[in-house]
């Protein structure tokens, strides 16, 4: 029992080392590449208001996705949306008190996991049964895709078939905070979750996963459609200029 809390205790940590430290390394190296060209994918706002507008659709709504393809619209709107309601429904395990809109969201929380493994079938049977997806899909795709499966069905499993011990795991997961660790419960269907979980938040910042946060920099999208009205100049292009 000790090993394998003081084991799972370092695994979250340097998880959660790896986590940060990738997505920082990832976003500082967005904000500095260059947009040399303005390339807005059309029809574009011609505001600033406008793109914010726009890029709140893309990431509630996916409204590109919507345009280009149906079914991948639906499965991957199912997948992000149960990603979320279910990350609301684990904030129970790291806050006290909890708060009120988080208690609110438990029982939506455990329909969010069944949509999103449905979700996740339907992007991953896709990858089978397209011809041209199935041409481009890479055996990382399908290791990512079968991570987020089993995530998902463990945890699905841990409600409504083998139950576990919540309070002692909040217990773990806030003595992490404080360096005070709390003993883990072994049940083998949880100890399975939490690993996956752990290599999940390992890879993330090394995989396709991070469109998350890319999204935000993408010139096709962050972009003002004001090209006759206003010059765009790189900013590394405006020092040569200078110089």
Known sequence: MAFLTSFYAFLFYFAAFVLVAGLARKIIQYARTPAPLKIPTTPAPTTRTGVVFRMMREVVLFESLFRGNKWTWIFGWMFHFGLFLVTLRHLRYFIEPVWFPIQLIQPFGIYGGIAMVLGLIGL????????RVKYI??????LILGLLVAIGCTGLLMKFAFHVDVVEIKHFFQGLYSYNIQPLPADPLLLLHLF?????????PYSKLLHAPGLFFSPTRNQVDNPRERRHIAPWARELEQS
């Open 124 to 131: 991953w049977a896709r990858r089978f049964l397209v011809d």
């Open 137 to 142: 899909t890479a055996p990382s795709d399908h």
């Open 196 to 204: 996956l979980v752990a290599v999940l938040m390992i890879i993330f």
